[in-house]
């Protein structure tokens, strides 16, 4: 599998990445792809390697009998156990370590923040999706800077998909589309709501009109 075929499977749409530890992380899962996700992370930031391993496993699986990509937040060791790809932040291992221990058939996606810069040179590192934000305030990330709405336009100049995350909602989604996201990443907009399904859809809803995300 080539790079080609790793940007096959990023065809944009609604990135769901999960929060935390909770009973029904299984449940919540299936319930966001089933509401229409295109792409899954699995987002722990605990210590409890055993749990974590077990949990990735069987989101990685569910994944799998939807046909979305899995991807794992920050932890090279733990997507190379899963089979997933993984979400790189900045002060997290280079994407040429990370596709030394995922493989060529790995995606590698990568936090930019504001920076265009960053998504260029990363790029240049292979980076297969670059993600932008907070574009708005953040309850998973309070204390996150916020990103111009211009960035998404000039990142899609790049030619890699363009990932919008940080207060990302039904309500101004469209907007960031509309400057360039092909992806949109959300949080608690979906895992923190009491009908998980039912968010995502609404999320997915916003792509519809689109004639192409890519």
Same mark, same amino acid.
């Given at each position: !599998?080539?790079?080609?075929?790793? %940007?096959?499977?990023?065809?944009?749409?609604?990135?769901?990445?999960t929060?935390g530890?909770?009973?029904? #992380?299984?449940?919540?899962?299936?319930? &966001?792809?089933?509401?229409? =996700? /295109?792409?899954?992370?699995?987002?722990?930031?605990?210590h409890?390697?055993?749990?974590? #391993? %077990?949990?990735?496993?069987?989101? =990685?699986?569910?994944?799998?009998?939807?046909?979305?990509?899995?991807?794992?937040?920050?932890?090279?060791?733990?997507?190379?156990?899963?089979?997933?790809g993984?979400?790189?932040?900045?002060t997290?291992? /280079?994407i040429?370590?990370?596709?030394?221990?995922l493989?060529?058939?790995?995606?590698?996606?990568?936090?930019?923040?504001?920076?265009?810069?960053? &998504?260029?040179?990363?790029?240049?590192?292979? =980076?297969?999706?670059?993600?932008?934000?907070? !574009?708005?305030? /953040?309850?998973?990330?309070p204390?996150?800077?916020? &990103?111009?709405?211009d960035v #998404?336009?000039? =990142?899609?100049?790049?030619?890699?998909?363009?990932v919008?995350?940080?207060?990302?909602?039904?309500?101004?989604?469209?907007?960031?589309? $509309?400057?360039g996201?092909?992806?949109?990443?959300?949080? /608690?907009?979906?895992?923190a709501?009491?009908?998980?399904?039912? %968010?995502?859809?609404?999320?997915? %809803?916003?792509? $519809?009109?689109?004639?192409?995300?890519?």
């Amino acid at each position: !599998m080539n790079a080609f075929s790793r %940007a096959a499977r990023l065809r944009g749409g609604v990135y769901a990445i999960t929060d935390g530890p909770r009973d029904d #992380l299984f449940a919540a899962v299936e319930a &966001a792809l089933a509401g229409g =996700a /295109s792409l899954l992370q699995y987002r722990d930031k605990t210590h409890d390697a055993a749990r974590r #391993l %077990a949990e990735a496993s069987e989101i =990685a699986s569910i994944c799998a009998r939807y046909g979305v990509p899995f991807v794992v937040n920050d932890d090279v060791a733990l997507a190379r156990e899963t089979g997933g790809g993984v979400h790189l932040g900045h002060t997290d291992v /280079s994407i040429a370590v990370a596709r030394a221990e995922l493989g060529p058939d790995a995606i590698i996606g990568v936090s930019c923040y504001g920076s265009v810069d960053r &998504a260029r040179q990363l790029q240049a590192e292979g =980076a297969d999706y670059i993600g932008f934000g907070a !574009m708005y305030p /953040s309850t998973t990330k309070p204390h996150a800077a916020i &990103a111009p709405h211009d960035v #998404l336009t000039q =990142a899609k100049t790049l030619g890699l998909p363009v990932v919008a995350i940080g207060g990302v909602t039904p309500d101004n989604g469209r907007v960031l589309l $509309e400057a360039g996201a092909d992806y949109l990443a959300v949080v /608690s907009a979906i895992f923190a709501q009491p009908d998980i399904q039912t %968010a995502t859809r609404r999320f997915a %809803a916003l792509f $519809e009109s689109r004639s192409g995300t890519l």
